[in-house]
């Protein structure tokens, strides 16, 4: 008889296994893919953008954002830098409170997996998991055998990013025990607009502009990047996981500015108003605007003409047609919903020991290490909970 088996070695598993064996239980992990982590390996460019000094349950979107609060809380991004500390890897903070190796997102998983072996964790790589029962107790089915076990965590991730393995397994065992499901969707997506909007901007392909960008009540600025096929960049995906489908948001390129600082400061301007704005926005962008105003000289354009042109870039309406979908998808909106589960422990409540944690459940961070701090924090949360039992 096993103590916990858990299924899936990617940050939240690994992180979990660690804990829950720390009082000398037995753990076993099982993982489908022939290596561990592999998100991991390419999160923040190959360097891992691995926690977020501001994480909070305010940076999650869920039905019920309020329950990553007692996780959060109790499982710091401190505590897990305290962690990459003891391990000498060094890391450095990038813009809004972004944390990255300075050398290889390799050195976090080897760091997770040294942990697991440092407390006798097993770890078994290229196991087909089929299904998940339980009577007295839980019995793990494989195409490799069946294993026995007082708990099971379920760390299988969610639907993004298919060439890295990623399934629907957790989904499954949830609606096996009857555990609602919130709708699943691609979150921190690039967006993808009809065809009339590709014929006007594509010359603009591989451009990236400082934005604000705003839906919803929320607002992000970062930069967004034009693609051929519609907007990318920092602050799309960030906007991206506030917008249902055919969802319109604004996006603000001349951030820097108010309407009333522009139009105050330019009525007796000779020059046109492009090359004014040139200075803010990049020429390109300008160049496809479609605007006859930016082409005349400033003090030959009425001041109500001013303000609707320059309100305009400040307020561009967009509709998204699609996005690119869970194969360009940072990360998996939705999941296994919380109400089902133990803020404290992620344990369900109608099912003992059976706990999910990480990207399954209905926990969506933002785009900058959020998501892996909400790893990091629900596989304490599980770990402990089971270590102490």
């Known amino acids: 008889m096993i103590d916990v088996v858990v299924l899936g070695a990617g940050a939240a598993g690994l992180h979990c ?4 064996a720390a009082t000398g239980k037995r753990v076993v992990i099982l993982e489908h893919n022939t290596l561990p982590g592999k998100k991991i390996r390419i999160s923040g460019g190959g ?7 501001e994480v909070t349950h305010h940076n999650m979107i869920s039905r019920n954002p309020e329950f990553a609060r007692s996780a959060l809380s109790r499982y710091t991004p401190q ?3 305290n962690l ?5 890897i060094q890391w450095h903070e990038k813009k809004l409170g972004q944390l990255f190796c300075d050398e290889s997102a390799q050195q976090i998983i080897d760091m997770l997996v040294q942990e697991c072996v440092a407390f006798g964790v097993e770890i078994h790589y290229g196991v087909d998991i089929q299904r998940v029962n339980k009577s007295d107790h839980f019995v793990v089915t494989t195409r490799e055998g069946d294993l026995e076990a007082l708990n099971v965590v379920v760390a299988t991730g969610g639907l993004s990013i298919p060439t890295l393995g990623a399934s629907n397994l957790g989904y499954r065992i949830a609606t096996q025990y009857g555990l609602p499901l919130v709708p699943t969707a691609p979150a921190l997506v690039p967006l993808t607009f009809d065809k009339s909007y590709g014929e006007r901007w594509k010359g603009l392909s591989g451009i990236s502009v400082d934005a604000v960008v705003s839906a919803n009540n929320i607002s992000f600025r970062e930069n967004i990047l034009f693609t051929h096929r519609g907007l990318s960049g920092p602050a799309i995906l960030q906007i991206s996981s506030y917008l249902d489908e055919r969802e319109t948001f604004t996006v603000d390129l001349l951030p820097d500015d108010t309407l009333e600082s522009l139009v105050h400061d330019l009525p007796s301007e000779k020059r ?3 090359t004014i704005l040139s200075q803010r926005l990049a020429q390109r962008v300008l160049e496809h605007w479609e605007d006859p105003i930016l082409d005349k000289p400033v003090n030959s354009v009425q001041k109500k003409q001013l303000e609707l042109s320059i309100h305009a870039l400040k307020n561009w309406s967009l509709t998204a047609h699609g996005n690119e979908g869970y194969a360009k998808a ?18 369900c409540r109608n099912v003992p020991g059976l706990f999910f944690i990480g990207e399954v459940v209905d926990i969506t961070g933002w785009l900058g290490g959020y998501n892996f701090q909400w790893a990091w924090s629900s596989a304490y949360a599980a770990g ?3 270590a102490e039992r």
């Open 330 to 347: 940072e990360v998996t909106k939705g999941g296994v919903d919380t109400a089902c589960l133990s803020s404290k422990t992620m344990e």
């Open 272 to 274: 046109h108003l492009s």
């Open 17 to 20: 296994a660690a804990f829950a």
């Open 84 to 88: 990459v500390d003891r391990y000498g």
């Open 79 to 81: 505590d897990f830098l």
């Open 47 to 53: 360097r891992s953008n691995f926690t977020n000094r």
């Open 384 to 386: 402990t909970a089971i």
